[in-house]
């Protein structure tokens, strides 16, 4: 299986690198935000075909219970508030007629190991700015699942994996809760600690799977 791994910084698959050098796994580091990330990942695809997209990185998450570390796949990710504005209540994309804003997972044909079926599922909004309105947020909480993810790449990495018709899975590792800005409350080592624990072996796994 030709894996490719896309993750928005270096520093989210910077301690699995090795692991990327010993299977021979190509890994493509797009830069932040969803522009930038279907740009780098739709040109990678012109130049290269792979068998599996995996999306990695860290994520806030708007359920107060979560502890940080904590690893999820993600089923759907939404572009958050695609659309326009009318009067006081708001207009999604896909009733204007314009596109669409939610995008899924889609398995391989070949199946895989359980060190991803074992995660979790979760949805996920992206979105270009972070909230950190305490008012927006308990707004927010009451609106998405429970459990939601926000990051601002993962519906872009869904929407150009499509488009390309590439199967593409995202797994993210809470680093924050969704709250008023306060970056003394983030534990970004232990979320890098635990996504990069999680990658190497379902690599280690998958590709002793489809080597056999």
């Given at each position: 299986?030709?894996?490719?791994?896309?993750?928005?910084?270096?520093l989210?698959i910077a301690?699995?690198?090795?692991?990327?050098?010993?299977?021979?796994?190509?890994?493509?580091?797009?830069?932040?935000?969803?522009?930038?990330?279907?740009?780098?990942?739709?040109?990678?695809?012109?130049?290269?075909?792979?068998?599996?997209?995996?999306?990695?990185?860290i994520?806030?998450?708007?359920?107060?219970?979560?502890?940080?570390?904590?690893?999820?796949?993600?089923?759907?990710?939404?572009?958050?508030r695609?659309?326009?504005?009318?009067?006081?209540?708001?207009?999604?994309?896909?009733?204007?007629?314009?596109?669409?804003?939610?995008?899924?997972?889609?398995?391989?044909?070949?199946?895989?190991?359980?060190a991803?079926?074992?995660?979790?599922?979760?949805d996920a909004?992206?979105?270009?700015?972070?909230?950190?309105?305490?008012?927006?947020?308990?707004?927010?909480?009451?609106?998405l699942?429970?459990?939601?993810l926000?990051?601002?790449?993962?519906?872009?990495f869904?929407?150009a994996?499509?488009?390309?018709?590439?199967?593409?899975?995202?797994?993210?590792?809470?680093?924050?809760?969704?709250?008023?800005?306060?970056?003394?409350?983030?534990?970004?080592?232990?979320?890098?600690?635990?996504?990069?624990?999680?990658?190497q072996?379902?690599?280690?796994?998958?590709?002793?799977e489809?080597?056999?």
């Amino acid at each position: 299986m030709n894996i490719l791994i896309v993750s928005a910084t270096e520093l989210e698959i910077a301690d699995s690198v090795p692991t990327f050098n010993h299977y021979r796994i190509d890994h493509l580091v797009t830069g932040v935000g969803m522009v930038a990330t279907a740009y780098a990942l739709g040109k990678r695809l012109q130049e290269r075909s792979y068998d599996l997209l995996v999306n990695v990185g860290i994520a806030g998450s708007f359920n107060p219970e979560h502890e940080l570390g904590t690893v999820l796949k993600i089923k759907s990710d939404r572009i958050f508030r695609f659309g326009a504005e009318q009067g006081s209540s708001f207009l999604p994309i896909e009733q204007m007629g314009f596109g669409e804003s939610s995008f899924s997972e889609r398995l391989p044909a070949e199946d895989l190991v359980a060190a991803y079926h074992n995660l979790p599922y979760t949805d996920a909004i992206s979105v270009n700015m972070v909230h950190g309105s305490a008012e927006t947020i308990k707004r927010l909480q009451t609106e998405l699942p429970k459990n939601c993810l926000e990051s601002m790449e993962g519906a872009a990495f869904f929407y150009a994996a499509q488009k390309a018709g590439v199967p593409c899975i995202q797994v993210r590792a809470v680093s924050n809760l969704v709250e008023e800005r306060n970056t003394a409350n983030w534990n970004i080592p232990k979320a890098l600690q635990s996504l990069n624990d999680w990658l190497q072996n379902f690599l280690n796994h998958q590709k002793r799977e489809s080597d056999f």
